[in-house]
């Protein structure tokens, strides 16, 4: 088992190493070899907005008067805690 760890380890480095290109070439050199410029349209995956079908507005209607009012904010004012009696002073 012990031997089995560094032997993987190089052989991941070794197959790591040997992906790379030997020597890559020059910027600067024009006859280098470059791969082909590919476009693609920006557009190219874009769907055109589509009116969304219309709800029937009793049923959200009734969820809302369901929950309570719009999102809880038409519900009737919560009573006030009654004020503790405060201490004399001794």
Same mark, same amino acid.
């Given at each position: 088992?012990?031997?089995?760890?560094?032997?993987?380890?190089?052989?991941?480095?070794?197959?790591?190493?040997? %992906?790379?290109?030997?020597?890559?070439?020059? *910027?600067?050199?024009?006859? &280098? %070899?470059?791969?082909?410029?590919?476009?693609?349209?920006?557009?190219?995956?874009? #769907?055109?907005?589509?009116?969304?079908?219309?709800? #029937?507005?009793?049923? *959200?209607?009734?969820?809302?008067? #369901?929950?309570? /009012?719009?999102? /809880?904010?038409?519900?009737?004012?919560?009573?006030?805690? &009654? &004020?503790? *009696?405060?201490?004399? *002073? #001794?």
């Amino acid at each position: 088992m012990r031997s089995a760890f560094p032997v993987a380890l190089l052989a991941g480095f070794a197959s790591a190493v040997a %992906a790379q290109q030997a020597t890559p070439p020059d *910027p600067a050199d024009p006859a &280098a %070899a470059v791969p082909k410029p590919v476009y693609e349209s920006v557009f190219s995956g874009y #769907r055109p907005w589509t009116e969304p079908a219309a709800a #029937r507005w009793r049923e *959200p209607n009734e969820d809302v008067r #369901r929950l309570g /009012g719009h999102a /809880g904010h038409v519900k009737p004012a919560a009573k006030a805690p &009654a &004020a503790a *009696p405060k201490k004399e *002073p #001794r």
